[in-house]
Each structure stands twice: as C-alpha cells, then as structure tokens.
C-alpha cells in the first residue's frame, strides 16, 4: 500500500532535519557526543600528510607470495595504529608493493623508519659470554643475510646507559664490535613470542620496553633463566645486540628492555607489539603534502560546489519554473543526506572525492530533468496535471534505473581497480560517485514525486505556465482525472 503524501513528507522532513543536523560542522545541539564521534575523515591532499611506497626486497630463497604482502601490509597497519595516525590508507599495489598514505603525521621521517624497520626481537643463549652493544649475530633463526640488513636499518641502543632486561638485571659493559665469524647462539624466545608490549619507566624512572610473553615462551623463558643464574643473556634486534644483561633471577612472563631513549623506546614497543615484518620493505618515494595545501583545496572544492550548486538550480527554475523550484528544494536535502552518509559509513573524502560528489549532484538533476520533459510532454497531450505527474515518473522511470545501475557499477569497477592498483584517488571517486548516485535515485523519485502529489492535492498552480507548457490548448489543469 502507498504511503499518503503527507506521511511520506513527515519522513522526508525527518530525514531531512537529522542529515542537515550530522552534516553542519562543529559540535551544535550535540547529543552524548555523537556528533563529536561522526566528523569528516579528510584525506592525505586534504588535511597534508606523507605518502610513502614499501617495496618488498626479500632474500633469496625466500618464499613469497600475495599472503606475504598481504601480512606485511597488516603489521603495518598495526604499526600505524600504534603511532596513532588518524584514518591512515594502507593497500598493496602489484605483487610486490605497499602504498602508505599517513594524513597529519607531523614527523614523517619517524614514521618511515617505523614502518621500514623489520624488528625481529630474539631473547638468545650466549653461552655463558657477554655480548657488546652493536654485536651482530647468528642465531638458531639465521643470520644477518636472512634479515636483509642492508635494506632494514638495525635499532642502536644509546651508548651513554647500558641496557637491561629486568629490574633487578646488570648489564655487562663492553665495546661494539663487528660481524663475528662465529659461533650460532640459540634463540630462547622470538617476537612472536610477544603477548604485548608498551612503554613504562623502571624503578629508576628511566624509560624501558615493558614486554609480557605467551604461555609456552612464558614457561621456556622461566626455565632457562632459572638454570642460567648469574649468566648473561643477549636480547637481540634485527641480529644486532642491544642488551646482554646478568640473569640475576628468575623471570617469568614479564621483562624489561631499557638504555633508550623515550622515542627509541615507543618506536621498539609499537614494532614489538605489532609484530616484525615477514619481509624487509625498501622505500621506493616518499611524497609530503603541505596542510596550507590541502586546505586550499577544500576552499577551491566548496567555491565550485556552490556555483555549480547555483548554476544547475538557475537553469531548473527558469526552464521547468514550478518543478524546477521544487527539484532544488530535493537537491538541497539530497546533498544533506549524502554528505550525513560520508561522515557516518564514513567515507574518507579526497580531492578526487569531492569531484565526484560533485559530479552525482548533476546525476540527482538528470533524473529530474527525464521526469519533468516527460511531465511538460504529457501535460502537451491533454491530461489532467494528477495524471501527467504519475506518467510522468512512471516513463521516466526504466531510464532513469538504467542509467544510474550503469554508473553504479562503473562506479564498483573503479573502485576495485583503485584497491588493486593502489590509487587512492581512484578509490575516492568511485566511492562518492557510488553513494552519490544511489541517493539520488531516492531524491529524484521519493521526494520530489511527493511534492508534486503535494501540490495537485493543495489545488495550487494549476495554470499551465507554472509547469513550462506554454502552447496547450488549456487554460488549466484540472486536478483529477
């Protein structure tokens, strides 16, 4: 059964006022913080930021596949989140690349050394010998060649406080030394032994890595300590040493890593806590875009927006004068209901997204100018203006379907290609395009249909010129069949 007019205009009203409420900025009538939660989600050229290509360099011999990538991209979304990036963009492009996009980061330097590095944590046996800072060793995992090194850049310790791994740990003191020829030392407990890892201060308030292990490490971990009394260990990154303390107790499932400084110290724990990466990355470009730039594209973005706006809704008041007027009334609230949909899926905007939002606005007003020609074409024949109206959007109809379906899965064909190739600014197309598109079809064909039933059923404008029809042979138009 059809919803009477009135009805469908009380929804439409309602509508109306909550997507005009979540789409004005700021925090006005806010509500338990909603509209503090739902904002816009700007992207890399909108709010300035860093981009950054990862090309995947493994060793030889080393298996890898799309799986490999796909888990190296996941650690570095875990590592992203970690640096508390706001709506970063992380996607593989090819079979071998990761395209970073890092929107606001302020130390973009930092973030690339983040993500590059491969942060294999190894706790290892050194067989009663204390290892120094800098040492690079062969363990049970492999050594220097398996990690890549010359495409990973190792964590130094600093050299001023020698590291610990506990509390109640002394280091042993000795001098850097290079690659030893030697011996194979075995790893007692890996990285991904890891449960977490965080920044914390020891008892000394120096800041320290606080890591706790998993059960089986755990219970590894307890078991050599506790036979190793008062022998070092080394606690080893990227197969450089940059701890080898004095096993002074037993320690369970909980230890420290100290002798950095405060951002070596969260860098190591957002590696640690992430996981190291299947494979080392090498940065192929970097790419900076200033905040001063972005913002001058949204300022040039809503400069075009409304005389664009403005433009369309001059041509469809004078050419269709009644239905025209009402069309931009539609238009206006399509535009609130699209922009309340990207702010609440939401919908990271780009300057490509934009244009694309853009662009459905025109699609919104094609449906109605299909409709409204048919309306002035049926009007013409001689049929009552409640009649015209329903033919009118009835005829209207398949092309209007057709023509929106097509770009809808245009729109879908896009947005997989962007996510394969990794071009983001075909991806923000795509999507605003899609969801721009798919309102409009409910605009074009719920809203101003209810009112134009509004105005047959209030008996208003029945002369023809308010409908465009200059040559029918009536005066007006009677208001039933």
Known sequence: MRLRPRHMLLFIALLSLVAG???????ALDINGFKREVRVHEGLDLQ????VLLEANPPKGQAFDSDVLNGTRDTIERRINGLGVSEPLIQTRGDRQIIVELPGVDDPQRAVQVLQETALLEIIDTQGQPLPEGYVVTTSLGGPEDQAMAQASPVAASPETSPVASPDASPAAAEPSATPAGPVYTTIVKGDDIK????????????VVGFELKGDAADRFFKFTSE?????????????VISSPTIQGAISNQGQISGMTLKEVQDLSIQLKAGSLAVPLEVKSSRTVGPSLGQDSINRSIIAGIVGLGIVALFMVLYYRLPGLLSVVALIIYTAVTFALFKLIPVTLTLAGIAGFIL???????????IFARLKEELRTGRTLSSAIEAGFDHAWPSIRDSNISTMITSVILYWFGNFTGASIITGFALTLFVGVAVSMFTAITVTRTFLRLLVDSGLARHRWWFGVERDPQEAFGAAD
């Open 48 to 51: 300035g930021g860093t981009q």
């Open 360 to 370: 459905s606005i025109g699609m919104a007003v094609d449906a109605n100018v299909l």
């Open 21 to 27: 409420w979540i789409s004005l900025p700021g925090d």
């Open 196 to 207: 977490d890892a965080y920044p914390t201060q020891d008892q000394n308030g120096r800041f």
């Open 228 to 240: 190793n009394l008062g022998r070092p260990m080394a606690i080893v990154v990227d197969k450089q």
